[in-house]
């Protein structure tokens, strides 16, 4: 059994890894973790495991942790001062046991999750068939993104607060394959412009970031009753006679075209930058008939709706599991 004993990051300090027993000739680890030996008469390594991932043991690493320079560290001592349960090996085998039971059920699930994602992009590839070729199909007109988004607005610049006050403002950690997530906001305060407040439909494009997120996008879809977007953002408005913004949000997110975004963006103070002006004047294959965008959008919109269900059951399923390890090591404490 491996802990990290030190670490720069306060979440990393204490966690624990079980090391098979067929490995352990092989490897060697560094001075910044210690090797934990239980004693095999009266303490399950995987279920000493377990007790390390849990809160009960968590709780003990944070209130313990000291830092210098710069590091987050515990120390022997410290550990030596930590209490667990320690239950008869029959039942320290039960709790490995129901636990390896819902391990292979977060592992189908995540399985299953990354096949939806494979087939998603596969149909994506195949409903988009013309990015990387020389000429446009038939039904579909070609032409720079200009022609079919005739506006672009930067975001809000200002001083943004972590208390929830004011105004979300949606960031690039808030754009994830497509979608808005609404996990860790930050707020404006004030009064927000009326033209820079995020309407349905609005596709947001991160213009300033790393070179593997520069280029995500979004469809906005009022996941909130009310938001704005950061200047690191800009919105896109399609002109909705010709572009879907849901075909739009599609497009930007081809791995053909994330290419040509990586293409074109230059290097600035460690980060890169896409200046909108030259995103439009890629080129897109759009159909001309709408209906034929809707039935793309809806195609791989059914894919998301699937993948968003494996998630909620792998969700709901974690938090069975550490309810289950809360109540077992409870349990284990009682008795």
């Known amino acids: 059994m491996l802990l990290a004993r030190a670490n720069g990051s306060k979440r990393l300090v204490g966690a624990g890894v079980v090391v098979p027993a067929d490995s352990r000739a092989r490897l060697i680890f560094p001075d910044l973790m210690y090797r934990l030996i239980p004693d095999p008469r009266v303490l399950n390594p995987r279920y000493l495991g377990v007790v390390i991932a849990a809160p009960v043991f968590r709780r003990q690493v944070e209130s313990a942790m000291r830092s210098t320079s710069g590091q987050f560290k515990i120390s022997k001592a410290d550990l030596a001062d930590f209490v667990i349960p320690v239950p008869a090996l029959a039942e320290q085998r039960r709790v490995v046991e129901v636990l390896d039971a819902l391990g292979e059920q977060e592992r189908a699930i995540e399985a299953a999750i990354s096949k939806l994602q494979t087939l998603r992009r596969g149909a994506l590839m195949s409903l988009m068939p013309f990015v990387a070729t020389a000429e446009p199909g038939e039904g579909f007109v070609r032409g720079p993104l200009k022609d079919f988004v005739p506006v672009v607005e930067y975001g809000v610049s200002a001083a943004l607060n972590s208390?929830?006050?004011?105004?979300?403002?949606?960031?690039?950690?808030?754009?994830?394959?497509?979608?808005?997530?609404?996990?860790?906001?930050?707020?404006?305060?004030?009064?927000v412009p009326t033209q820079l407040r995020l309407r349905h439909g609005d596709v947001l494009f991160n213009r300033t970031n790393s070179?593997?997120?520069?280029?995500?996008s979004a469809l906005w879809r009022e996941e909130l009753p009310e938001a704005t977007f950061a200047s690191y953002l800009v919105r896109l408005t399609p002109d909705r006679d010709k572009l879907l913004p849901g075909y739009l949000v599609e497009w930007l997110q081809h791995p053909r075209v994330r290419q040509r975004v990586r293409a074109i963006a230059t290097v600035a103070v460690q980060q890169v930058n896409v200046n909108p002006t030259r995103l439009r004047e890629l080129e897109i294959d759009v159909p001309e008939d709408l209906r034929l965008q809707r039935s793309v959008v809806d195609t791989l919109a059914a894919f998301d709706t699937r993948i968003e269900e494996q998630h909620r059951e792998q969700r709901k399923l974690r938090r069975v599991k550490a309810g289950l390890v809360d109540d077992l090591l409870q349990g284990s404490l009682v008795s």
Do not use: A, T
């Not at 070179?211 to 995500?216: A, E, L, P, Q």
């Open 163 to 191: 208390e929830p006050s004011g105004v979300p403002v949606l960031r690039m950690n808030n754009i994830l394959n497509g979608r808005v997530v609404v996990d860790d906001l930050r707020y404006l305060p004030g009064v």
């Open 211 to 216: 070179i593997d997120h520069v280029g995500k």
